[in-house]
């Protein structure tokens, strides 16, 4: 299980990974950042992006601001890395 920070630009037109932003990540979620939605949405735009299942991560940290801290369960943080560079 790994750790690793995203910061989020919500209301996008649509949700995609942007590259790296320090020692985290930086994603566009096209969902609104109210009940929820930006949340939901940036875990299923992980799942996808580290072929992993949405109940897999989780975010830990930062759940009503730009920067969150996502835990993703079975993966190392360089995996993580890996698989997010691949998916750019």
Do not use: C, F, Q, Y
């Not at 037109?13 to 009940?35: D, N, Q, Y």
């Not at 875990?43 to 975010?59: F, N, P, Q, S, T």
């Not at 801290?69 to 750019?88: K, M, P, Q, T």
């Amino acid at each position: 299980m790994a750790k690793v920070e995203v910061t989020v630009s919500s209301g996008a037109a649509r949700s995609e990974l942007v590259g790296r932003h320090g020692e985290g990540w930086r994603a566009r979620i096209a969902a609104p950042p109210e009940r929820g939605r930006a949340n939901r949405e940036l875990v299923a735009l992980l799942a996808e992006a580290l072929d992993v299942g949405r109940d897999e991560i989780a975010v830990v940290a930062g759940r009503t601001g730009r920067r969150k801290v996502v835990e993703v369960e079975r993966l190392s943080a360089a995996e993580i890395d890996r698989r997010l560079e691949a998916a750019l």
